[in-house]
């Protein structure tokens, strides 16, 4: 299912982060790195709320608006219950959807306001996503001190809070289209593989876009997934050629551009809700301001993971949606 | 693209685990585990005086709280994450994984946090301990005759 946009923008951004994203290689695109991952709170919970709150003041500061000009918020996170966004909008105080679709949350929710202010329901809208390394692995795996080992595909979940604010003042990025994603499930249940997972999905996702958008995949300067890892990168553009006989060219992973894979412990790369706006809101933006590139499709993949149906031998499902970004 | 078709395509692009350099390492480490372990029952039984068994369970008491000591410090991890198996298979693993657990839900309160979860992972080390012990507890009795 794909939507045509003509009058949507998303006019600015704010990303904030953790110290490992704060000390990786895209470290002075974002706005805010701190380095503590408590974030001066009391627990991890606690801190992924802070993310989510923190990332909308600055949004918020960086455009001289207050939360009384902000029709809607659209907001997601991993927590059970998305307990990150809906304690953070009990304290905002902005009319709220709060939605799940794992990592791919960004794209869906910029999909859902980009909707909204087509349809001239809202005027503008706020987008939030976040993601708290500790909070997560205390959730879906083994307690944060642990030290277990890990296989070499697992990836590490980024910290941070990301938001958007879209509009159809035309000033910003453009959002050119979207394309919602199927659920999708090729039989994987590695928990450490969510690569694996995942790419079927990615791959169903930008078929399904180009065939509906009639486009070759040379029209986009940049295909950009969400966090597949380096693994799963190698995966897609495998999966893509022999599925779909098309060749992945102009493409990367947010999940490879985060940290430095090399240098710093986090296996294949990264994962989590704040990866894939984490990159795009601070260095894709930034080069696209530039003119470096101007077309992006950005493809947020989401593993839809639950331990106790992983636990009862049943295979993972996975969605990735994608939207067309572009600058004049 | 079916199952079996893709399961063969992702495992052209996973990486394979360095299996012999794991068990290398966790063998080297494990065995200056075992070093460690003797000296100190030998160190014990030779200055306290006493008999090899009590010196053996100063010797778990000593471990056990080495572990939990270094989690609490919070490098215990990163030992483990290098030595893997190395020492989560000695007793000093047990002590990290009920460590690790309990500092992780302090927060949410001693019954419903430290004392719901401290066992989350190693409970099942204490339940198949006490299963299996039984299983050869038996076995030896039926061959050996007790």
Known sequence: MTFKYNNVYINDTATITGPYEGKGPLSKYFDKSYDDLYFNTKTWELAEIKLIEESIDILLNKMELTKFDVDVLISGDLLNQIVATNY????????????????????????????????????NAITSTSSHNNAAEKQFRYPVEYGGPKRKTTTFTATGGASAYLSSNKTGIKVESATLGKVVDLGISDVYHMGAVMAPAAAGTIYDHLRETKREIGYYDLILTGDLGIYGKEILKDYMQTEYNIELKNYDDCGSMIYDILNQAVYAGASGPACAPLVTYSY????????????????????????????????????????????E | MDKNKYKNLVSKHTPKENVLCNGLIAFGVGGLMGVLGQALIDVYSYFLNITTNDAAMLMIVTLVFLGCFLTCLGFFDKLVHFARCGLIIPITGFAHAMMSAALEYRKEGFVTGIGANMFKLAGSVIIFGVVSAYLFGLLRLIIMGG
Do not use: W
């Open chain 1, 284 to 327: 894709i933006f930034n080069k696209m301001k530039k003119k470096n590139i101007k077309r992006v499709l950005l493809v947020a993949t989401g593993a839809l993971m639950n331990v106790t149906m992983v636990n009862t031998k049943n295979s993972i499902p996975a969605i990735a949606h994608a939207i067309s970004l572009e600058v």
């Open chain 1, 88 to 123: 953070a909008a009990s304290s905002l105080g902005i009319p709220l959807i709060g939605i799940y679709g794992a990592c791919s949350t960004s794209v869906l929710g910029l999909i859902i306001a980009a909707n909204m202010i087509e349809a001239k329901q809202v005027k």
